[in-house]
């Protein structure tokens, strides 16, 4: 069964969020080849530039936060409170260290065990026809194509694409495109264990 991944993916199994268990049983599908995991190349490239803008973020706000900290030591009123900006200030430089960390091992993981979906120049320019024809962003239209173009040629067998991105792939002319390829579109990835497992049997 294939199952189409994408940058959500990464980055719930990255920050360990919500749904990051669920991301790790697919993971132990795949390593334990009940399930092929498909994953596009370019997101591995987002999710890595989407750690490095955070990573930015939290940099620019720790020199705000020790810039105010200054301020405030002058002060006799605050000197002796300020113990809370720098847990603050900690916090983020740990959480920092700790994506990046996570990026790396993720990463490393998800190529040993994923099928990683090459970027062509053809794939590309149907991207941008299909930014236009549904709509979707330039980022969305990108994956959308990787999992349409891959489905055309490997549609036998059900498959499923799982996204947590429901606001801009859950719409008709998306799911009709996946449908026609016997592709299923599933929002949570919770839900995307049950349904292959439920193929599986």
Do not use: W
Request: contains cysteine.
């Amino acid at each position: 069964m294939n199952v189409y991944v994408e940058t959500n993916f990464v980055l719930e199994l990255v920050h360990h969020q919500e749904q990051f268990e669920a991301c790790e049983e697919l993971l132990r599908l795949a390593s334990e080849n009940y399930i092929q995991l498909l994953l596009p190349s370019f997101a591995i490239v987002e999710s890595f530039e989407k750690v490095l803008r955070q990573r930015a973020i939290r940099k620019r706000l720790i020199a705000e936060l020790l810039q105010e900290t200054e301020q405030l030591k002058r002060s006799v009123s605050y000197k002796n409170r300020l113990e809370a900006i720098g847990n603050i200030k900690s916090l983020l430089t740990e959480s920092n260290q700790d994506d990046e960390e996570q990026l790396r091992l993720v990463r490393k993981r998800l190529l040993s065990t994923a099928k990683v979906l090459p970027l062509t120049q053809s794939l590309f320019v149907e991207a941008m026809n299909q930014e236009q024809i549904v709509g979707l962003e330039i980022a969305d239209a990108l994956i959308f194509q990787f999992v349409v173009s891959h489905l055309s040629e490997n549609h036998f067998n059900p498959s499923c694409f799982l996204n947590k991105n429901s606001k801009h792939f859950q719409i008709p002319d998306v799911q009709d495109v996946l449908e026609r390829y016997n592709c299923k579109l599933i929002t949570q990835f919770a839900d995307g264990v049950s349904y292959v497992k439920s193929n599986l049997k």
